[in-house]
């Protein structure tokens, strides 16, 4: 039996991420994963979409051009040569944590691992007796069972980057992040792409006002259908959906219903603690252990936060833990989301549904903003909410470029400024920044008189 100090279970962001941290501490920790290497993110995920849509956003804004009677001519695209473009960025966006794990030599475990015990894993060939576990396998697309589809006509976001080619006629069946931005850039480049939502909400946007703008928006280039379930059917080498009292036909479709954690494999009843109906054991959120053992679970798999930063953070804190239980409770970052679809979808802090009593809300209709207009990109709609003392406490947006302007709000929203505050920094024109000051604006109108201040920092004195 191999003992050590901490093993960590799977080699994405999380995982990598806690062993950088339990490095500051000890040798003594062990990595494994049954592979594929190179996280999530990078292999599969973020980067690989995020290649797809710079590519298709180039196309939509040669089209544009064309529209506005500023260029003429057509635009012979090469789709199989695109998806080799992203899969050559994804290579090289995977190297690094393929390294980093594989350069761990005989600290890292090639194999999947199974519960033996509270403190006890078969990894492989291998029993590994640990005294502290962090669990960080991630997760995986998706499928409904009832799904009678050819497995080649159905895609998702693990297999669509390794496709040579795609057909013309694509369902993607879910609207939140993965469907709306794989859709959005299929779509883009070209292809005839339909999306289906069980709900009549986008990507979890709560602000109803931010939905509703945002399912006009990304209605234009994707028809939406939205607030049903669809059941896809194979006939005659196609795909049938039926919606609305008609049939559309399809050659492929897209599963993005969001993923399931890996942990079936695990043998999580070996840890003597209650499971849920997912198979998960007890966890707290603060400090993502299981119940009182010495047992952490971060990134994806923990389902609280399952995006990337997040993962690399939830990495950090549980090896943190695992190897200093008695430490201080960090707290988390502001709650940040988005979507890189056009135009941009952002959401920061308290989310709508969660505003206290007396909550401000201040907003901008971005079809007259300065920047937006000169961009040809007026749509759109920010609002941003403050307590009813005025600080800052979260927003939503549908916009042009949101990463950045989500990212700024996402700042004075950690930092708990108040509105007034806020209103004196610098804000350069023309920006689409500047539309958050106007949001800002309205938020600080709705304060008492007392409470409004000129937009300039108070004079501290000297020269």
């Not at 694509?170 to 939502?197: N, S, W, Y």
């Not at 990495?315 to 943190?320: D, K, N, S, W």
């Not at 004075?412 to 804000?427: C, D, K, M, N, W």
Request: proline fraction near 7%.
């Amino acid at each position: 039996m191999r003992k050590v100090k901490l093993l960590i279970l799977g080699a994405g962001t999380a995982g990598i991420s806690a062993l950088k941290e339990a490095e500051n501490h000890t040798d003594d920790v062990l990595l494994a994963d049954p592979g594929p290497l190179g996280t999530t993110c990078a292999r599969v995920g973020c980067m690989p979409s995020k290649a797809l849509l710079h590519i298709a956003q180039q196309v939509a804004a040669t089209q544009w051009l064309r529209k506005q009677g500023l260029a003429s001519g057509g635009l012979n695209l090469d789709l199989p040569a695109v998806l080799a473009e992203v899969r050559r960025l994804r290579d090289r966006l995977i190297a690094g944590p393929i390294r980093t794990t594989k350069a761990l030599e005989d600290r890292y475990l090639p194999g999947a691992a199974r519960f033996v015990g509270p403190d006890r894993l078969q990894v492989g060939a291998e029993t590994v007796q640990a005294e502290a576990i962090v669990i960080a396998t991630g997760t995986r697309p998706i499928i409904p069972e009832d799904w009678e589809l050819p497995s080649k006509q159905v895609l998702t976001s693990d297999t669509l980057f390794e496709q040579p080619d795609l057909p013309h006629r694509i369902a993607v069946i879910g609207t939140g992040a993965i469907g709306l931005e794989l859709g959005q850039a299929l779509a883009m480049l070209g292809l005839d792409v339909r999306a289906f939502g069980r709900s009549t909400t986008l990507a979890g946007i709560r602000d109803p006002a931010v939905n509703d703008a945002a399912r006009e928006l990304i209605g234009v280039g994707m028809p939406l259908h939205l607030g049903s379930t669809p059941a896809p059917m194979a006939k005659d080498g196609r795909i049938e959906i039926a919606v609305d009292g008609k049939t559309l036909e399809f050659d492929a479709v897209l599963a993005a219903l969001g993923r399931r954690a890996n942990i079936e494999q695990l043998n999580l009843g070996e840890l003597g603690v209650p499971l849920d109906e997912h198979g998960m054991p007890p966890l707290d959120p603060q400090t993502l252990q299981v119940g009182d053992l010495p047992i952490y679970i971060a990134g994806d798999v923990a389902g609280l936060r399952p995006l990337m930063h997040e993962a690399a953070d939830e990495g950090r804190l549980a090896a943190h833990y695992a190897l200093n239980p008695k430490a201080a409770s960090y707290d988390r970052r502001t709650a940040l989301a988005m979507l890189f679809t056009e135009p941009g979808i952002a959401s920061v802090g308290t989310r709508f549904d969660a505003l206290p009593a007396g909550a401000l809300i201040g907003e901008l209709d971005f079809s007259g903003q300065g920047r937006a207009l000169l961009m040809g990109k007026n749509h759109g709609l920010l609002r941003v909410y403050a307590d009813a003392d005025g600080y800052l406490i979260g927003g939503a947006m549908v916009l042009p470029r949101a990463e950045h302007l989500a990212h700024e709000l996402a700042i004075l929203v950690q930092r708990r400024l108040h509105v007034s505050e806020a209103l004196t920094l610098p804000y350069y024109h023309p920006t689409l920044e500047e539309g958050l000051r106007s949001a800002l604006q309205g938020v600080r109108r709705q304060l008492p008189e007392r409470a409004r201040t000129p937009d300039l920092p108070v004079h501290s004195g000297g020269d």
